[in-house]
């Protein structure tokens, strides 16, 4: 058995982040010391409920799939080389807060909350997870299946990233979700219209499956061509394209929300003696467990990650989250693989949540979408700039009628451009744009986004934190507001250092025998005490004592490296395992009837 090593330092990144989003969301709160001013009881630690000693960031990336599903476009399991799940941890703490101040504001009698960077890691590869553990075997296996089919003679080669580079050595991101435009882009670029289908679907595929299997061709093709000439075929094809740079900070910094008051205080309010504001609506009662947002009711109209996990997050929370789509369902409910009958991944998101179909292309699918506002507490669409004005669906439209109302819009680039027209606001180029994407690798690599979806995850939990921000101020101010978020804005929370990191063998994941092994924060930092387990004499280069892990299986040096007073982290390369870890059955549901694949549980705990 392996001796039990529990972590003593703290995630000192999540609280910094989560105090950071708590100072910001103050500012929306009135000088005063009515209900919801006060600061709730919190605590953020890295295990949380997961039962295993996880003693910092690359712990919890190793054990709970993060490096699986990050190293997958690459070859193998790979840190992020920045704070991610803290991050996110720290997003979640906000949240906590700020939905209990909601919550004491209506009568509710929440007083604390805890949450963990585990908790925030298995959130952000929830999507992941859901795929891996499908009960559809039709489809075709996930990248970490752990015994894939042998590929036939023209099967695309597995893994690779998005990325393409130029004639003159620069490194480029594109992005377009209309399949025309893709095949006349590599058309303009001597590509021959089959072939370019014949990366298509890879190319969309990437954002569920964290790989890119272009045909070499294409990469090729792109090498061939200068930068001006990458550029122009854009121009012409309205694909979006953006430089990959080295530097991994911001390019902006805005802040993650921003909140502007509706017009007026709405009627039905009472007020507070000590402060003479309008007072809170009561909450609901509701039979069973009350969790901080019950009997509030959010209507999104959204698509892909950012905005559905914003909903998904509310509701978590307690709101009831009733979903707009097209006639016909959103045709992401049919993406591969399935559970029952809707994606898996759709499914991760937007379970639980009831469907209205209304087309918005028409004056009656208009009128549905503001019936349903005007009945709502939150409104939430992540649409493409611009849209809701031309529908006659933005903010200047309906909050003069409905002041209670919080309208939300999740965007990718927000303001960041000024008056140039955006590009496609898609994860990926917001983690270029951000600098996330040189942060992200260490200096020994090329910089490139990863292809796990960062900043839509990250996106989305951040749109939730200013919608609750939104509702803790009309709580105390008996006024409705508008919040902007982005992915750009969220990105620009997580924490990274003015170069890109350099590592050494022992900061990667180590292969053992039978699997891999992330050293602890100890013996990533202490190279003779690793040595010294290994049985290694004299000086020794990093990458030899890295190569001696191969000759036991990861169980063997974990005890031996714990018996030294070292913690290390088996990597966790099959993330259906963790529906099946007895140290993560608190934190992660196995499959069930209703939703035919695992999830991780709400990520807070509150009293």
Known sequence: MTPHLRAAARPDVAAAIAGRLLRHAARDLPETSGPGRDTPRY?????????????????????????????????????????????????????????????????????????????????????YLAAATARDHSASPEPDAPHPPTAGPDALPTGGLATLETSDDARVEVETLDPLAWREFWARLGVAPALAGRGWLPFQQRFATAVCPLPDELRQAARRRTLAELRAATHHTGVSLLTVGSDPAPAVRPAAWCLTPGPAPFPRARGHQDTAVPGPRPAVPLSGAVLPLTGLRVVESTRRVQGPLAGHVLRMLGAAVVRIEPPGGDPMRWLPPLAGDCSARFSALNAGKPVVEADLTTAPGRDMVRALAAAADVFLHNWAPGKAARLGLDASDLLPDHPALVYAWASGFGDAFGDRPPPLGTDYLAQVHSGLAAAVRPADQPPAPSLMTLTDVLGGLVCAQGVLAALAAREATGRGSRVDSSLVSAAALVPRSAHRVRWTALDRPLRTADGDLYLGPEARACPEAVLRVVDGVGPMAAEDLAARFARRTTEEWTVRLAEAGLTATPVL?????????????AAVAPPDPSTGHARPYAPWEFA
């Open 43 to 127: 605590t953020v630690d890295w295990a949380g409920p997961v039962g295993a000693d996880l003693p910092d960031e690359r712990a919890v990336q190793a054990a709970c799939g993060l490096m699986q599903v990050h190293g997958r476009a690459t070859g193998g399991p790979l840190p992020l080389a920045v704070d991610y799940a803290s991050g996110v941890a720290g997003v979640l703490a906000a949240q906590g807060v700020t939905a209990l101040r909601v919550a004491r504001a209506r009568g509710l009698d929440l007083r604390e909350v805890r949450t963990s960077v585990a908790q925030g890691a298995l959130l952000a590869v929830g999507q």
């Open 573 to 585: 390369t099959d993330l259906a395992a963790l529906a099946r870890d007895p140290a993560f059955r």
